[in-house]
């Protein structure tokens, strides 16, 4: 008998805004894609699906067109879609991540010039749903749309892991999709708000896996934004207030490994700082010129290709 191995779902969180949740989330998706920084490790077949509508992952990848009269950007028309082909059934060609909360047709987009790299784009009015399905009696019902997906792509057994980008604040459509993910990683800035949430996430993961047979696992809490390779003291304090927070709930919830990487952070670098999307996405995601950088960037990936057990 085939058995085909279930995705690993990794959701990208965290309530508080601006602490590197789509840069996270991108370059692990191109990292993993490519085979890391220097292309030697196995490739991972990979779906990056964007849920904030700021569409920061999307524009990395995607030529989003802009359209006037429209604050956000749309995707392309899909590159497979033929105008008039019967079998297009009720799609028009065009995709989104929204596709997923009404249990539509969609199809991913690939990405040009890697191979294992597709995209879920955001359709920049995730926050129209936001306020509609703000209240926590929806969440069992974007879990359930959550769950058939990732069941549905697990019996096509194409996809080896779904990336979720999410927006800031604490939405239904961010716990539907946490409460069905195999894994979370969580980016925080070490400043007071950013790592107050953390230790609040914690608890709704705890309480999450209380009805899971397999619970959510914590992929990693990645300090980001620090603004140079030596911590301010602001800085110092709240890294180990935040490394005494997450102790503490290792022990509620019987984790037996370092949630939080020992003696890492990622610098607030010029070289990370968002750009326009050129033709050549190797330009994008190049450190070459900033040794530094990369080895902040391979580290993060060999540690969470190590928290995945997705190492080759």
């Known amino acids: 008998m085939n058995f085909k191995k279930k995705p690993i779902s990794l959701v ?10 789509s840069f996270c989330s991108s370059w692990l998706a191109y990292l993993l894609a490519t085979g890391g920084i220097d292309g030697t490790k196995e490739k991972k077949k990979v779906v990056l699906v964007d849920l904030d509508s700021q569409q920061n992952a999307s524009k990395t990848f995607l030529p989003m067109q802009k359209r006037s009269g429209l604050p956000y950007a749309l995707p392309p028309k899909h590159p497979d879609f033929i105008e008039g082909d ?22 991913y987009y690939p990405v040009e010039g ?43 057994g194409e996809v080896d892991i779904f990336i979720f980008d999410t927006p800031p604040s604490k939405t239904s459509i961010c716990e539907g999709f946490l409460a069905k993910c195999s894994h979370v990683l969580v980016p925080t800035q070490l400043e007071f708000d950013s790592v107050e949430s ?13 009805t899971r047979d397999e619970p959510i696992k914590i992929a990693g809490i990645i300090p980001n934004l620090v603004r140079s390779s030596s911590m301010t003291n602001t800085e110092l304090e709240q890294y180990t207030k935040l490394v005494s927070d997450v102790y503490e709930y290792q022990k509620t919830m019987t984790i037996d490994y370092d949630v939080v990487p020992e003696d890492f952070f990622l610098v607030n670098r010029v070289i990370f700082k968002p750009r326009h999307k050129p033709d050549d996405l190797s330009t994008v995601f190049n450190l070459k010129k900033d040794p530094k950088a990369t080895k902040e960037m391979s580290d993060l ?5 190590s928290r995945l057990e997705m190492t080759s």
């Not at 019967?86 to 199809?107: E, M, V």
């Not at 953390?198 to 209380?210: D, F, Q």
């Not at 990936?301 to 290709?305: A, E, T």
Request: charged share 25%; aromatic share 10%; hydrophobic share 40%.
């Open 12 to 21: 990208c969180y965290n309530q508080k805004g601006g602490v590197g949740k």
């Open 86 to 107: 019967p079998d297009n059934g009720t799609w028009n060609g065009y995709s989104t991540s929204s596709d997923i909360l009404f249990d539509r047709q969609f199809a």
């Open 114 to 156: 890697v191979e294992n790299l597709k995209v879920l784009p955001s359709e920049g009015r995730v926050d129209r749903l936001n306020e509609v399905m703000h209240q926590d009696g929806f969440i069992p019902l974007i879990s359930q749309l959550a769950e058939l997906f990732l069941e549905t792509e697990a019996e096509l």
């Open 198 to 210: 953390v230790p609040l996430l914690m608890e709704n993961i705890r309480i999450y896996n209380e």
């Open 301 to 305: 990936y060999d540690f969470v290709l």
